[in-house]
Nanobody
Framework: QVQLVESGGDLVQAGGSLRLSCAAS????????MGWYRQAPGHQRELVGR???????NYADSVKGRFTISRDNTENRVYLQMNSLKPEDTAVYYC???????????????WGQGTQVTVSS
């Protein structure tokens, strides 16, 4: 079981920046990947950014060039730097971890409790 705790959500004006942090209970370089998802009211949860154990990243088109995901293996943390924020970025942001079980040959997914990001116009 991987426990994830997010922090850094806040109310910010459009054009501003925030950095979200996710602390993992497990050594993150052993995980397949970690990512950030978000869910706005009335919408499905969507991928924001993902970083694999090898450091490869991918992002939703809506955040490319504005958001950056990074990881600190020594601190077992993953970050999401969000710049040029827009009102449509308002959502609850969730940290996600993927862990592949070699014995069972399946991937497990873990979630944090979420942190609220609100961008005012």
């Amino acid at each position: 079981q991987v426990q994830l705790v997010e922090s850094g959500g806040d109310l910010v004006q459009a054009g501003g920046s925030l950095r979200l942090s996710c602390a993992a209970s497990e050594i993150i370089f052993r995980l397949t990947a970690m990512g950030w998802y978000r869910q706005a009211p009335g919408h499905q949860r969507e991928l924001v950014g993902r970083i694999s154990s090898s450091g490869n990243t991918n992002y939703a088109d809506s955040v490319k060039g504005r958001f950056t995901i990074s990881r600190d293996n020594t601190e077992n943390r993953v970050y999401l730097q969000m710049n040029s924020l827009k009102p449509e970025d308002t959502a609850v942001y969730y940290c996600n971890a993927e862990k592949f079980d070699d014995l069972l040959q399946r991937t497990y997914y873990y979630w944090g409790q979420g942190t609220q990001v609100t961008v005012s116009s």
